[in-house]
């Protein structure tokens, strides 16, 4: 059965202190129309910006999840996208008069509590999931760090966490959509390490963080001196040791930092923009790798989409750079000058033509009696199209050139032969930034895509 996408019914509102700035920030959750998605207006700022809950706004991940759009930041978002996550919510637009989310009480179950108060209201449009159709990794290997996404039916998540500490040991937590994420996941609160509180204040963090909203875990025994010590260095009341916590607060589970590290999961993979269906399998998760792995699927996603409409070319049609006005912008000749026509071009994105015929001088040995145009010259061309779009965005492109720096993720998924005309679409990754370009390219014979792959390229000025 289909599912239809939910916003909240009313307004609601929350106030509390940002966990890091400390300021003190009211968040009106509002309803949002369909296809919204989830998306912040920080009203104390002039002409109240946006921030869209993207991974490519991703700008820091040291304590939390930081997004950035024009020119305005928003902090430690993770634990309300969770709950909207959690609770199936897909459109909100979220008024903050702050820089940062209140933190609460370290958990998301504040928030949940406020968003049930109002109730959900059902919209006409269905969900728009994206099914994880290959196995998608992000690994750190020297952190010991991997996030992996499984093609499934359904949405779930298994954490696994080991901190090489006696107190927490190693834990695990999972989510399934037979699961109750308001009772068995929004509650569970952020945690750190006692050794860690100095530093982060010394950094002038957690100027919001107090006993009522993480948990503090001893490693080892800590004079009460030491105790008492940090607790005057944050202004806060005096508190023992008890059972590798303090003991100001009692665990509401016994895994409870796992269950924690699963509701940062659900926030940072809101960034995604859609809902997913897949299994995702975290070992040592963090910020920072949690957004990772959403960048990812998030540009399979663009990859996929640009797929569906394939380029059309008409040969009657006015090229908008002929060969002579290639030659112009290229300094590759006879017999390594690869493309003959430029049908289009934008801002992001260029489209390019290559013929091939049996003139071509490889096919004299690759391969004599079954020509086929090699890979390695499949991307030169795709990478000499992209080079139009890159030479575009220069003042005076005839004195710069571009070099290859890497190519990536190259998939080859027909022979190109004699007779063929290829028609190669490429996209900015990102936009240009210090001459690097990075690309997203397909080729395309007739309705067949033959070839896929990703290319970083630098600009750089010809030397005389």
């Known amino acids: 059965m289909s599912q239809m996408q939910k916003t909240i019914r009313e307004s609601v509102s929350l106030t509390g202190r940002g966990l890091h700035t400390g300021c003190e920030v009211k968040v009106t959750f509002c309803p949002a129309p369909e296809n919204h998605g989830y998306k912040f207006k920080r009203i104390d700022l002039e002409n109240h910006p946006i921030i869209t809950a993207n991974a490519d706004k991703v700008v820091e991940t040291s304590r939390g999840t930081v997004l950035e759009e024009n020119g305005a930041r928003i902090h430690t978002i993770e634990h309300m996208l969770a709950a909207f996550v959690g609770l199936e ?43 994880i159709k290959e196995r998608t990794v992000f690994r750190d290997e020297k952190n010991n ?36 994420f308001e009772k068995e996941i929004a509650a569970s609160r952020t945690f750190v390490f006692f050794h860690e509180l100095e530093i982060l204040q010394k950094n002038n963090l957690i100027k919001g963080g107090d006993l009522q909203n993480a948990i503090v875990i001893l490693e080892n025994e800590v004079p009460q001196e030491e105790l008492d010590r940090m607790a005057d260095l944050f202004n806060k009341p005096h508190v023992k040791a008890k059972e590798g916590i303090l003991n100001n607060v009692d665990l509401r589970f016994s895994n409870e930092p796992a269950r924690h590290k699963l509701l940062d999961i659900l926030g940072d993979l809101a960034l995604i923009g859609q809902p997913i269906k897949g299994k995702i399998v975290a070992s040592r998760p963090g910020h920072y790798a949690n957004t990772q792995l959403a960048k990812i699927i998030k540009d399979n996603i663009t990859k996929e989409l640009s797929r569906i409409a394939i380029p059309q070319y008409d040969p009657c049609a006015e090229p908008l750079y002929d060969i002579n006005q290639i030659k112009q912008l290229l300094p590759h000749r006879y017999p390594f000058l690869l493309i003959d026509k430029i049908i289009h071009m934008d801002e992001k994105s260029v489209i390019g033509i290559k013929n091939v015929t049996m003139n071509e001088n490889f096919f004299q040995g690759h391969f004599p009696n079954e020509p086929i145009m090699p890979g390695v010259l499949q991307v030169e061309a795709m990478a000499q199209i992209g080079g139009i779009l890159a030479l575009s965005q220069v003042d005076d492109p005839e004195n710069y050139q571009t070099l290859f720096l890497k190519i990536d993720k190259v998939r080859f998924k027909r022979k190109v032969i004699p007779g063929d005309t290829i028609i190669f679409r490429l996209e900015l990754l990102a936009p240009i930034r210090r001459g690097l370009v990075n690309m997203f390219g397909q080729a395309f014979v007739g309705d067949q895509l033959v070839m896929e792959g990703e290319l970083m390229a630098q600009v750089s000025k010809i030397k005389e």
């Open 89 to 131: 919510i897909d459109n909100v637009l979220i008024e903050i008069s702050g820089p940062e989310a209140p933190i609460l009480d370290g958990s998301a179950i504040q928030y949940v509590d406020a968003i049930k108060s109002v109730g959900l209201q059902e919209q006409s449009a269905e969900r728009n999931f994206y099914v």
């Open 145 to 180: 760090i991997e996030l992996v996404a499984y093609p499934d039916d359904n949405f779930s998540v298994d954490v696994m966490v080991d901190y090489n500490s006696k107190v927490l040991g190693h834990q695990y937590a999972s989510y399934h959509p037979s699961h109750d």
